[in-house]
């Protein structure tokens, strides 16, 4: 949410879709309430991806253009998400090309955007299949414990593979350690550790674990738009180190 804030900040007109079931980032966006209300009357990502029971009163299918909540923050527009993609893998188990649902929902809007930014789960279910058929990148969030960086070895190869199935060659543009809190021994480790396993892929900003983006989170609110200068700082170092890897440059 808040490099989707960055990039609108600075003039890019940018396009957040939220894949996430937790619906984190749509919450950071929105309230609870103008999201009922907009999930009920204009429909949520979970339209675009068939889930089960999510059609108009005609039975058809909700338009992007219907979803797509304007101007959450300045040059941000927003696909909000819904808790019903906890099930959209037993929704969609048996239909035809289920990855590239939301490629082709989008079909009609994406040229009106300079950078669409998927926020997804945690795993490679079928909402992240989705971000990763229509994506020419993906970055990897990554906390400084064990069982956290223990995996990402195996997820770069699926990956990799999953993008070679679906004849969509993605690049990974980098790895970031998020939520790193107070410094320790073994948190250093594991930073070096990542460090020499992937080198220049581990990008040299990091997100520390700060109240102020969870605040700024409850308050519907960018972490540009709070008190707290050296998380907005470290938000503004980190969002403006990827750009370039996502290929994008000044115009």
């Known amino acids: 949410m808040n490099f989707a804030a960055y990039c609108g900040m600075i003039g890019i007109k940018t396009l957040l879709v939220d894949l996430?079931?937790?619906?984190?980032?749509?919450?950071?966006c929105m309230t609870v309430e103008a999201w009922q209300k907009h999930a009920a009357e204009q429909g949520s990502v979970a339209n675009l991806l068939g889930a089960r029971g999510h059609t108009s009163a005609e039975g058809q299918e909700k338009s992007a253009e219907s979803i797509i909540l304007q101007s959450v923050f300045k040059g941000v527009d927003l696909v909000p998400s819904h808790l019903d993609l906890f099930t959209?893998?037993?929704?969609?188990?048996?239909?035809?090309?289920?990855?590239?649902?939301?490629?082709?929902s989008l079909k009609d809007v994406i040229g009106k955007y300079e950078i669409i930014?998927?926020?997804?789960?945690?795993?490679?279910?079928?909402?992240?299949?989705?971000?990763?058929?229509?994506?020419?990148h993906y970055v990897v969030p990554v906390s400084l414990d064990f069982l956290s960086s223990l995996g990402i070895g195996l997820l770069l190869g699926r990956i990799k593979k999953l993008?070679?199935?679906?004849?969509?060659?993605i690049e990974?543009?980098?790895?970031?350690?998020?939520?790193?809190?107070?410094?320790?021994?073994?948190?250093?480790?594991?930073?070096?550790?990542?460090?020499?396993?992937?080198?220049d892929s581990v990008l040299d900003a990091q997100i520390k674990e700060r109240s102020a983006v969870s605040e700024s989170a409850a308050k519907n609110?960018?972490?540009y738009q709070m008190s707290d200068r050296e998380a907005a700082s470290e938000f503004r170092a980190f969002s403006a180190e990827l750009l370039p890897r996502l290929g994008w440059k000044k115009k």
């Open 221 to 223: 609110l960018p972490i």
């Open 20 to 28: 996430d079931p937790q619906t984190n980032a749509t919450f950071s």
């Open 117 to 136: 930014v998927c926020d997804c789960p945690p795993n490679l279910t079928i909402p992240t299949q989705n971000a990763l058929a229509m994506s020419t």
């Open 172 to 199: 990974h543009a980098g790895i970031v350690l998020s939520r790193v809190g107070r410094k320790s021994y073994f948190k250093m480790q594991t930073a070096a550790t990542l460090k020499k396993a992937f080198g």
């Open 88 to 104: 959209v893998d037993l929704d969609l188990s048996s239909e035809v090309a289920r990855e590239t649902r939301l490629r082709r």
């Open 163 to 169: 993008s070679d199935d679906l004849e969509n060659p």
